[in-house]
């Protein structure tokens, strides 16, 4: 019974902090129905077993599982396992981010009375590379976390080839950089399963794009040449 009441005021403690942490973002709806599902018995009591005597790995994480699939806001409820071993990442909603975050937040002061943003970008720098995370997710995550952009210098050199006609041109960081931080760039250096954009596959295809416009505007320049020709 004992195991039973810690956890109950475990989880109480935990949506308040999660609660006003999502009512400083307006999520009222998230403060409210946040993590109600713990309160289920086949999720209440395998994790008070866990967490406060009596473990039992199998039951934990079976109720993990369930806890994950009924709660959005946890980013592997948006993982897709397909046929033939392929696995794809959906963009989560960006209330569901914002509550991943107040999560995060909340579970840091639940056990650290003064936890704030800080502690969680330090959790987040050391657990990111378990996290499968569509780009635009993952990049959103950076933002709420004031994960501050590391600008390369030389853009031009990490593009793949061929790039033959904008070999020279300089391409602005924004255009480029823009599309790498929605993928972790070269910040994370992240290894992502299919579905999920990597940077390399990120700037192939803009290299890609520059190719087949490069090639559609010499294909206009040499018609209307050839109509300029026809018309003398």
Not at 30 to 52: C, G, M, N
Not at 108 to 127: C, F, M, P
Not at 136 to 145: E, G, P, T, Y
Not at 200 to 222: G, H, N, S, T
Request: charged share 25%; aromatic share 12%.
């Amino acid at each position: 019974m004992v195991k039973y009441c810690k956890y109950l005021w475990y989880i109480i403690r935990h949506k308040w902090f999660v609660g006003i942490e999502c009512l400083k973002r307006g999520l009222w709806w998230q403060a409210i129905t946040h993590d109600i599902s713990k309160l289920r018995w086949d999720e209440f009591k395998p994790y008070a077993k866990w967490f406060f005597g009596e473990p039992n790995k199998l039951s934990f994480e079976l109720a993990w599982l369930k806890h994950q699939h009924r709660n959005l806001h946890h980013w592997e409820s948006w993982i897709l396992r397909c046929g033939k071993g392929h696995t794809a990442t959906l963009q989560m909603p960006d209330k569901y981010v914002e509550e991943m975050i107040c999560d995060w937040l909340g579970a840091g002061k639940t056990t650290i009375s003064k936890a704030g943003i800080e502690d969680v970008l330090t959790w987040y720098e050391n657990n990111k590379n378990s996290m499968i995370l569509h780009p635009a997710s993952r990049a959103q995550v950076r933002r709420l976390l004031g994960v501050k952009k590391k600008l390369r210098n030389n853009i031009n050199n990490s593009l793949p080839e061929p790039l033959y006609p904008f070999a020279s041109i300089k391409i602005p960081v924004e255009v480029i950089g823009t599309a790498f931080d929605y993928a972790t760039g070269y910040e994370d250096e992240v290894t992502v399963e299919d579905g999920t954009l990597t940077p390399q596959q990120i700037a192939e295809m803009d290299a890609e794009k520059k190719r087949l416009r490069y090639i559609d505007q010499q294909k206009q320049a040499d018609e209307q040449r050839e109509q300029t020709e026809c018309q003398q």
